[in-house]
């Protein structure tokens, strides 16, 4: 007798078609149990030359869902993280493959201890401990109003780069620190970095005191953009600021010379411009700009502050940062 193997309905169980018509026991069946959707979030600073320690001690992360209540992740212990340590690309993680629901989230909120008269938030500038203080932060902690969706399955992998050169205040007469924080949320898997190194006969130029203080480059966002002071005031008195600030840090090289470089990490891939200075800027003010290569920091006839770039003209660099790639842009001389 002949026998054929006749089409099923893809959900019946499967049978062999064999000599003598017998059947064979239903394979079982096989499924594989859904990821988890979980956030990984890390914390990155944009450095200061007027500190040698600023510590936030944070205490929890709470998300917002779209259509949903907040979600409230409390540390058993909280974290006391010295942003000042987490420059260019280095980071700290505050959540860890954190499992959370699928969809869109409005914020995020970062939970922070500055109790008045408590060592929990303190910076340390020309060896004093300063207090530090967050208007309403114990209420409210530092809310970062940037949103982001997480795909079922997905790994969100985020950073929020704590921008302390512009975040801080010392109003003159109080005993403490004001913190208002300019926070930028960069999905690790979509940014880029970029480095360099400055030329070695500009920082002498350019900084009068170079051993304690070798500049900083300035970060704006497009091509040929035009260098600007921190707290840089438009025609209709809004802020422009650069998107982010690097120090520029010594280092020796193997040949024993002088070497000045700065780093930038977590940059979302684009077209960008660098700029250096050497002045002392006060993110609270608009300073008066000058564009120069003298030395830095001349005396204003009016008495105001003066911000100079090395440089004449819009006086930055263009550069284009590309995801997952360090991108190199020195500060060299121009060529003669």
């Known amino acids: 007798m002949l026998y054929r193997c006749l089409p099923i309905a ?12 017998e059947s064979q026991a239903p394979s079982p069946i096989v499924t594989t149990p859904p990821r988890d959707t979980t956030l990984t979030l890390r914390i990155t600073d944009a450095p200061v030359d007027y500190a040698s320690e600023v510590v936030i001690q944070f205490s929890g992360v709470a998300i917002k869902p779209e259509n949903g209540e907040e979600q409230t992740f409390e540390f058993e212990e909280a974290k006391s993280i ?46 004093q401990e300063i207090e530090l203080r967050i208007p309403s932060g114990g209420e409210t902690g530092l809310k970062l109003v940037s949103g982001f969706t997480v795909a079922t399955g997905g790994a969100a992998n985020f950073t929020i780069d704590f921008d302390v050169r512009k975040s801080i205040t010392n109003p003159p007469g109080l005993p403490e620190a004001i913190l208002k924080p300019a926070l930028r949320l960069v999905n690790n898997q979509e940014v880029g970095e970029i480095s360099g190194a400055i030329a ?27 260098a600007t002071d921190l707290g840089h005031l438009d025609e209709e008195q809004n802020v422009i600021d650069p998107l982010t600030t690097a120090l520029v840090k010594f280092e020796e090289t193997d040949g024993g010379a002088a070497a000045y470089n700065f780093e930038f990490g977590f940059i979302v891939p684009g077209d960008y411009s660098l700029a250096f200075t050497c002045s002392n800027d006060d993110p609270e003010i608009d300073e008066r700009e000058v564009y120069s290569t003298e030395t830095l920091d001349p005396p204003s006839e009016d008495g105001q502050s ?29 060529d003669l």
């Not at 893809?10 to 018509?21: D, I, K, P, S, V």
């Not at 409005?106 to 340390?124: C, K, P």
């Not at 500009?202 to 035009?226: D, T």
Request: hydrophobic letters at 45%; a negative charge; charged letters at 15%.
């Open 82 to 127: 010295d942003l000042l340590a987490l420059q260019g690309s280095n980071s700290a993680i505050l959540l860890d493959d954190q499992i959370i629901d699928s969809g869109s989230y409005e914020w995020i909120r970062l939970a922070v201890n500055a109790e008045q008269g408590v060592r929990d938030s303190y910076m340390i500038t020309d060896g």
């Open 306 to 334: 003066v911000v100079t770039f090395y440089g004449d003209g819009a006086n930055t660099y263009s550069v284009t940062v590309t995801a997952n790639e360090s991108t190199i842009q020195n500060i060299e001389l121009p």
């Open 200 to 226: 070695a006969e500009i920082i002498s130029e350019s900084c009068e005191a170079e051993a304690s203080f070798a500049g900083a480059v300035y970060l704006y966002v497009g091509a040929e953009a035009v």
């Open 10 to 21: 893809a959900f019946a169980l499967l049978t062999a078609c064999g000599g003598g018509g």
